[in-house]
């Protein structure tokens, strides 16, 4: 795991947390969305709240495709959690939200689950489905064999 | 009534975002290193090559399914059981299906993370 490769992870984190915020923003100016006003739905990509939480989201699956593509599955899961953490944090610290005992006590157990995962190796070392003309370096890496 | 329909949306959320995840996660693998690529022949042949790999369509179909499993389910059950029950036990699923269907080693370490994980993805929901 190099440095890039974690800010990869973090892009994952960042990059979904701000483009769900900035989607529930734009869906508050539109109102109850339903099927019966379909067109109203189609023209919520002009507003410009729901336009740059799509793009954050684009951005976000370019992350996660990345990430998939070097480390395991139930390596790069946990890190999507994160978000949770931190759309709590910046309630909490931006916005005053009281936090219940209960939800720290959640955080609590996300990021030590994302501790746990972080600490482990990232890769499979003997993955049958990567073909052997593009292994990763990560596989000859010494962390892997810890 | 209206619980065995929330429950109903709330499995097949579970089912497609875990195969989802699953066919994205084996098509990457395919794929290979995104950043070696990118260096050695561009961002062009990193998309060629994730769009031309099958089974990613039918990863992102997989998604569109969980996405508007989750539309019918909140429209069924209330947003405080629906969001929650699906989002952790999908991180329960999907080291169950990493292992068996990516043959990811998931060892004491990762199954202690995906219950912490699971737990308190419900705590923060509730």
């Given at each position: 795991?190099?440095?890039?490769?974690?800010?990869?992870?973090?892009?994952?984190t960042?990059?979904?947390?701000?483009?769900d915020?900035?989607?529930?923003?734009g869906?508050k100016?539109l109102g109850?969305?339903?099927?019966?006003?379909?067109?109203?739905?189609l023209?919520a990509?002009?507003?410009?709240?729901?336009?740059?939480?799509?793009?954050?989201?684009?951005?976000?699956?370019?992350?996660?495709?990345?990430?998939?593509?070097?480390?395991d599955l139930?390596?790069?899961?946990?890190?999507?959690?994160?978000?949770?953490?931190?759309?709590?944090?910046?309630?909490?610290?931006?916005?005053?939200?009281?936090?219940?005992?209960?939800?720290?006590?959640g955080?609590?157990?996300?990021?030590?689950?994302?501790?746990f995962?972080?600490?482990?190796?990232?890769?499979?070392?003997?993955?049958?489905?990567?073909?052997?003309?593009?292994?990763?370096?990560?596989?000859?890496?010494?962390?892997?064999?810890? | 009534?209206?619980d065995v329909?929330?429950?109903?949306?709330?499995?097949?959320?579970?089912?497609a975002?875990t195969?989802?995840?699953?066919?994205?996660?084996?098509?990457m693998?395919?794929?290979?290193?995104?950043?070696?690529?990118?260096?050695?022949?561009?961002?062009?042949?990193v998309?060629?090559?994730?769009?031309g790999?099958?089974t990613?369509?039918?990863?992102?179909?997989?998604m569109?399914a969980?996405?508007?499993?989750?539309?019918?389910?909140?429209?069924?059950?209330?947003?405080?059981?629906?969001?929650?029950?699906?989002?952790?036990?999908t991180?329960?699923?999907?080291?169950?299906?990493?292992?068996?269907?990516?043959?990811?080693?998931?060892?004491?370490?990762?199954?202690?993370?995906?219950?912490?994980?699971?737990?308190?993805?419900v705590?923060?929901?509730?």
């Amino acid at each position: 795991m190099t440095f890039r490769k974690y800010l990869v992870l973090a892009g994952i984190t960042v990059f979904s947390t701000a483009g769900d915020s900035l989607l529930a923003r734009g869906m508050k100016d539109l109102g109850t969305a339903s099927l019966h006003n379909l067109p109203a739905l189609l023209l919520a990509i002009l507003n410009p709240w729901v336009a740059a939480g799509i793009l954050l989201l684009l951005a976000f699956f370019s992350c996660y495709m990345a990430a998939l593509s070097w480390a395991d599955l139930t390596y790069v899961l946990p890190a999507t959690s994160l978000g949770y953490v931190l759309v709590a944090l910046i309630a909490h610290f931006n916005f005053h939200e009281e936090i219940s005992p209960t939800r720290w006590l959640g955080i609590a157990l996300i990021a030590a689950g994302v501790g746990f995962v972080a600490a482990g190796p990232s890769f499979t070392p003997t993955h049958p489905l990567a073909d052997a003309d593009h292994v990763v370096p990560d596989v000859l890496s010494p962390e892997v064999k810890s | 009534m209206k619980d065995v329909h929330a429950w109903a949306a709330i499995g097949a959320i579970i089912l497609a975002s875990t195969a989802g995840d699953v066919l994205l996660s084996y098509s990457m693998k395919r794929v290979g290193d995104v950043g070696e690529l990118w260096k050695q022949r561009g961002i062009f042949a990193v998309i060629a090559r994730v769009l031309g790999t099958p089974t990613f369509a039918l990863g992102v179909a997989a998604m569109g399914a969980a996405f508007y499993s989750l539309l019918f389910g909140l429209s069924w059950g209330n947003l405080s059981l629906v969001v929650p029950a699906s989002a952790s036990l999908t991180f329960v699923a999907n080291a169950v299906a990493a292992k068996i269907f990516l043959h990811e080693r998931v060892g004491r370490r990762r199954w202690i993370a995906a219950l912490l994980v699971a737990a308190g993805v419900v705590l923060m929901a509730i």
